[in-house]
């Protein structure tokens, strides 16, 4: 199948909302793919995209057409968060309280109001970023009170296991942590959570934005 079939084939079958009546945003995760693959994509129906690499995503900033709205969903190196100021229209990687605060110093500095997501090492992995599950809450707090910075939810990567049983608890685990953000904050709205191998349980346990890669575009192919 191509590009284009994947699209509608997606679109055709996630379901219009979670089990929570919200919204499901799907979210094209363009790493190594080309501003034609992509272009292709967003004329097939895809409205997000997202990038991991900061380098990739100046690159092919002005190739990509049809004004989708951009996030970036890898991690970030606080030097190169002045590429992305007034690009980026959601953060999900706000891994660590240095990046947040380097994000609204340099975002206070230009004018402008940076929305991003808390991100959530939800299977605490080694391997990951993100602040702890226990963490939430205090972290949370601190980000609000930081200028030029707007949280609207959370973001996490589960962990990469054929555990089901494990996967749909700690996905039900953290969407218990946004629905109390959410109760106390009415700008908490979304909690980004579900990539091509685990999307589907993501969205049954209540995540309403899923970045999906693979399942848009094929295997991706590295250069070497």
Known sequence: MNIEDNVKLLLN????????????????????????????AIEAGICDVGDNRVQEFCEKYDKITGNPKRHFIGRLQTNKIKYLLGKVDLYHSVDRMHLAEELSLQSAKKGLTSEILVQVNIGNEQTKGGFAYEEIEAVYAKIKDLPALKVKGLMAMLPDTDDIPLLCALAHKLRG?????????????????????????????????IRLGTAIFGERHYKK
């Open 177 to 209: 942590a946004y629905d109390n953000l959410k109760s106390a904050d009415p700008d908490i709205c979304v909690l980004s959570m579900g990539m091509s191998g685990d999307y589907k349980l993501c969205i049954e346990a209540g995540s309403n934005l």
């Open 13 to 40: 079958s996630l379901p219009e909302t979670n089990p929570f009546g919200e919204k499901i945003t799907l979210v094209g995760a363009i790493k190594t793919q080309t501003p034609e693959d992509i272009n292709t």
